[in-house]
């Protein structure tokens, strides 16, 4: 079992306690600043009180990563340009992507656009970060020889939907993150055994997803409430991660030949779907939709997608097919 800490405390007060460069990945969702009810006034600040809070965790964050450790930030719109300033100039940490949450869900505007995107700075100590690609890669739209079909970079934009309140893993937590969403930074960033921190846990989501990942963990809360919230989210049956990708649950178009699609299918549930037990039934529908029952026969309903699509090999390039083609000789 990997080590899981909750502490009940002030994120500044705490960190300082944790040891230099001993963490290899902190990920960051603190509060933004716009009044949200934590069951506290934490965060109802002025700006530039906003700005030396944000200026001080951060300073802490970079002080506790190893060399090769990795930083992610939930980052509000109001904020960014100067959290990134921080990052970029203050403390010389290392750009590596602006990640875009996009949920389909959310607050509707009448003057303007409706909000449906969270942004996430990725920023790391040097220029060699630790970076696990096939840990969360994403499947192929289309099986192709030239395609690496263990999967495509899953990109900046990434797409899971809130946790809702018709979800059995809902905590009553205002801002509580989708668990996959999470589970792509920590595949990503750590191995096995690594040591990850979150400063402003909340309902404990980021604990969550190290304690089934095997990494050990430290999460630090201001509000007792959400501290025993997270005990008992740790102490829960485990059935699978609330939020999945849904890319994952897709099959790969043009998988003809039945020998080729057995020994995909095996791989894409191990690959894919691992920790997302809820997701399995949808990758089988999917398959059976466009296979046939067994995925062994090609449904009538596949055949005519192809018809209309008017398929060729060479051209069907899409946006998930990233750098892993193979050229030919
Ligand atoms: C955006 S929420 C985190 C949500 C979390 N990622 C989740 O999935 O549940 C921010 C959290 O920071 C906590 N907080 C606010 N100020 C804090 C501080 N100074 N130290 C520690 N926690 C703090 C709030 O109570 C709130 O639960």
Same mark, same amino acid.
């Given at each position: 079992m990997s080590k899981i800490d909750i502490i009940a405390g002030d994120a500044l007060d705490e960190l300082p306690k944790i040891q230099a460069s001993s963490v290899d990945l902190v990920v960051v969702d603190p509060p933004y600043n716009l009044g949200k009810d934590y069951g506290n006034n934490h965060d109802i600040k002025g700006f530039d009180e906003y700005l030396? $809070? /944000?200026r001080k965790w951060l300073s802490e964050t970079h002080r506790i990563l190893k060399p090769t450790g990795t930083l992610y930030v939930f980052v509000g719109f109001r904020f960014i340009s100067y959290l990134y300033d921080i990052l970029d100039r203050d403390l010389q940490m290392f750009f590596n992507s602006w990640i875009v949450w996009h949920y389909t869900q959310g607050m509707g505007k009448t003057k303007g656009f409706s909000p449906r995107h969270d942004d996430i700075l990725m920023f790391t100590k040097t220029k060699k970060p630790k970076f696990n690609l096939d840990a969360v890669r994403v499947p192929q739209k289309y099986y192709r020889d030239r395609n690496n079909m263990r999967g495509a970079n899953p990109g900046d934009v990434w797409e899971f939907s809130h946790v809702h309140y018709c979800n059995d893993n809902r905590q009553n937590h205002p801002t509580q993150k989708p668990e996959g969403l999470i589970e792509r930074m920590v595949l990503a960033s750590s191995d096995e055994g690594d040591r990850v921190v979150d400063p402003f846990s909340g309902s404990g989501t980021t604990l969550r997803v190290c304690q089934q990942l095997q990494r050990e963990a430290i999460g630090i809360e201001i509000n007792p409430e959400y501290v025993t %919230?997270? #005990?008992n989210r740790l102490g @829960? +049956? $485990? /059935? @699978?991660f !609330? /939020? +999945? !990708?849904? #890319? %994952?649950? #897709? +099959?790969p178009r043009d998988l003809r030949r039945p020998e080729l699609r057995g020994e995909y299918l095996e791989n894409h549930r191990e690959w894919f779907l691992t920790h997302h037990e809820n997701a399995v039934k949808k990758f089988e529908d999917s398959v059976a939709s466009m296979y046939g029952d067994q995925g062994s026969q090609r449904s009538r309903q596949m055949m005519l997608l192809e018809e209309r699509e008017e398929y060729e090999p060479n051209t069907a390039i899409d946006s998930d097919e990233d750098s892993t083609w193979i050229v030919p000789s």
């Amino acid at each position: 079992m990997s080590k899981i800490d909750i502490i009940a405390g002030d994120a500044l007060d705490e960190l300082p306690k944790i040891q230099a460069s001993s963490v290899d990945l902190v990920v960051v969702d603190p509060p933004y600043n716009l009044g949200k009810d934590y069951g506290n006034n934490h965060d109802i600040k002025g700006f530039d009180e906003y700005l030396e $809070f /944000s200026r001080k965790w951060l300073s802490e964050t970079h002080r506790i990563l190893k060399p090769t450790g990795t930083l992610y930030v939930f980052v509000g719109f109001r904020f960014i340009s100067y959290l990134y300033d921080i990052l970029d100039r203050d403390l010389q940490m290392f750009f590596n992507s602006w990640i875009v949450w996009h949920y389909t869900q959310g607050m509707g505007k009448t003057k303007g656009f409706s909000p449906r995107h969270d942004d996430i700075l990725m920023f790391t100590k040097t220029k060699k970060p630790k970076f696990n690609l096939d840990a969360v890669r994403v499947p192929q739209k289309y099986y192709r020889d030239r395609n690496n079909m263990r999967g495509a970079n899953p990109g900046d934009v990434w797409e899971f939907s809130h946790v809702h309140y018709c979800n059995d893993n809902r905590q009553n937590h205002p801002t509580q993150k989708p668990e996959g969403l999470i589970e792509r930074m920590v595949l990503a960033s750590s191995d096995e055994g690594d040591r990850v921190v979150d400063p402003f846990s909340g309902s404990g989501t980021t604990l969550r997803v190290c304690q089934q990942l095997q990494r050990e963990a430290i999460g630090i809360e201001i509000n007792p409430e959400y501290v025993t %919230m997270t #005990r008992n989210r740790l102490g @829960g +049956v $485990f /059935s @699978g991660f !609330d /939020s +999945v !990708d849904p #890319r %994952m649950e #897709r +099959v790969p178009r043009d998988l003809r030949r039945p020998e080729l699609r057995g020994e995909y299918l095996e791989n894409h549930r191990e690959w894919f779907l691992t920790h997302h037990e809820n997701a399995v039934k949808k990758f089988e529908d999917s398959v059976a939709s466009m296979y046939g029952d067994q995925g062994s026969q090609r449904s009538r309903q596949m055949m005519l997608l192809e018809e209309r699509e008017e398929y060729e090999p060479n051209t069907a390039i899409d946006s998930d097919e990233d750098s892993t083609w193979i050229v030919p000789s």
